[in-house]
């Protein structure tokens, strides 16, 4: 695929488990392109500079995160919601790393673990986490975070939330978690149940597998990119 925005670096500060939290069955992004597509999605909208934020089955929030950490200027509020209990509590650790209370604590988390068994990986870990309070301190960061739990397939399960998303950039479930995988138009149901938290001009970006389709007439694409076996879709709202 060719990138337009995002340029090959070394990312390996946002490798998951060395400073940011992971668990058992949560996913991950490669960093470079959830950079790149959200960058495809900005460029539909324009840049703002206060760009509201939503993932819709954010897991453990690493997506949301790398966004946070790569785009502060652009982005006022980010906001994350998944079924499951454990992971959107995982996810709020995530995105407390954002702010120096999160990532001192972390740090503070990963100097003992280096105390205690003197191990190359948390030396590691712990220079990266450095190096994002680093970044922290030399930025004035407005953006604010909010997640919460949702099963995005319930019907209502956005309403009468007070909020509205510039940008929904999601991956959905997949591989073991059948409740997904091989499914009619499990797409088709987030889509229609994000509505009610969209603008008219919103962008949404859903990465899946290539089985995975979406039919949802109320939207057009505005592209579909495959990345190896997996692929996004960018989409707006259909004109009536």
């Known amino acids: 695929m060719e990138y337009r925005y995002c340029e090959r670096t070394n990312f390996e500060d946002f490798s998951s488990g060395r400073v940011f939290y992971h668990g058992a069955g949560i996913t991950n992004f490669p960093v470079r392109l959830v950079q790149e597509i959200f960058c495809r999605c900005l460029s539909y909208i324009g840049n703002r500079g206060e760009v509201c934020l939503y993932d819709p089955c954010c897991g453990g929030g690493y997506l949301l995160t790398v966004l946070g950490f790569l785009n502060p200027e652009l982005i006022s509020m980010i906001i994350g ?3 499951n209990k454990s992971a959107f509590e995982i996810a709020a650790k995530n995105l407390g790393l954002l702010f120096a209370e999160g990532i001192d604590a972390r740090i503070g988390e990963l100097r003992e673990l280096h105390n205690k068994y003197n ?3 948390h030396l590691e870990a712990l220079e990266s986490a450095n190096r994002f309070a680093y970044i922290i301190q030399r930025r004035s ?3 604010k975070v909010r997640t919460f739990q949702a099963d995005i397939l ?16 999601t991956d959905v479930p997949y591989g073991n978690l059948v409740s997904w995988e091989g499914q009619d138009n499990m797409i088709g149901a987030l889509l ?4 009610p938290v969209l603008k008219r ?9 290539k089985r995975q389709k979406i039919n949802v007439a109320s939207y057009l ?4 990119q495959g990345v190896g076996k ?3 879709e960018i989409l707006r709202i259909a004109e009536n």
């Open 81 to 83: 919601s998944d079924i």
């Open 119 to 121: 191990k190359s990986s």
């Open 154 to 169: 319930a019907d209502n399960a956005l309403k009468n939330l007070e909020f509205k998303a510039d940008i929904v950039i």
């Open 201 to 209: 001009d919103s962008i949404v970006a859903v990465c899946s597998t």
């Open 221 to 224: 694409r505005l592209e579909k």
């Open 192 to 195: 229609r149940n994000i509505r």
């Open 230 to 232: 997996r692929k996004f």
């Open 141 to 143: 960061l407005k953006t």
